[in-house]
């Protein structure tokens, strides 16, 4: 069974698309995440909802829209994309109520290539 | 503000040879520390976490940390490396009690095993 997927695994566009990238947890977890890896493999924490609740929201570009239907869900949706948005994004879960809150499952990533 | 620095980007040993990958944190609270291992083209996996209990820590894979206060550091070793542990590895940092609260990371460490 898969914790925490994400679609698509891979995707390649032309500079200025819009393109959405989705990631679902079935851990029954509250709180999700998206972190972006860039081309030097550094991670960094884009956006953290809880609950459907925005709760971080790290210096990103405005074109980067997460969008959390459910608690299962949260989706990123990228408007103009430029060269610079290519990295691969990581989808992470956790659950906030649990003791081991802390403890964060990620997704097998989305390779995002601008072109 | 929490930060977290690897020391060594690449490190190269034999099989069987003592691997040591450094990690120093900065932390103006008491952290939770967590080492991940990505392997190439994979998501992240937690290897092991400090949550404040026992200072020295066991984790998957025959991998340990200790974590030093005096010295702000949670070093990741194994006693004996086997071809199987080539791979990225990430040391990070989060704040306890947070809602969400994201983790901060270093900026990986390559790890190659030669035969």
């Known amino acids: 069974d898969t914790a925490v997927s994400q679609t698509p695994k891979y995707l390649v566009t032309q500079m200025g698309n819009d393109k959405s990238i989705k990631c679902e947890q079935n851990?029954?977890?509250?709180?999700m995440y998206w972190y972006k890896q860039d081309s030097k493999k550094f991670l960094k924490i884009m956006f953290s909802y809880n609950n459907k609740e925005l709760i971080i929201n790290e210096t990103v570009p405005n074109r980067f829209s997460p969008k959390s239907p459910d608690k299962a869900h949260l989706n990123l949706h990228i408007n103009s994309l430029e060269l610079g948005d290519s990295a691969v994004y990581f989808c992470?879960?956790?659950?906030?109520?649990?003791?081991?809150?802390?403890?964060?499952?990620f997704g097998p990533g989305t390779r995002l290539t601008v072109t | 503000a929490q930060s977290v620095t690897q020391l060594g980007s690449h490190v190269s040993v034999s099989e069987g040879a003592l691997v040591l990958l450094r990690c120093n944190y900065s932390s103006s609270v008491p952290p939770y520390l967590f080492w991940y291992v990505q392997y190439p083209n994979q998501g992240l996996q937690l290897l092991l976490k400090?949550?404040?209990?026992?200072?020295l820590v066991k984790g998957i894979n025959g991998f340990e940390a200790e974590f030093k206060k005096s010295e702000t550091s949670f070093h990741l070793t194994k006693p004996s490396a086997h071809m199987s542990d080539a791979a990225e590895y990430f040391c990070a940092v989060s704040a306890p009690n947070q809602a969400g609260t994201a983790l901060i990371f270093g900026k990986g460490t390559t790890l190659s095993v030669s035969s």
């Open positions: 400090y949550t404040s209990a026992a200072t």
């Open positions: 851990l029954g977890h509250d709180t």
């Open positions: 992470a879960s956790s659950l906030l109520t649990s003791p081991t809150h802390y403890e964060q499952y």
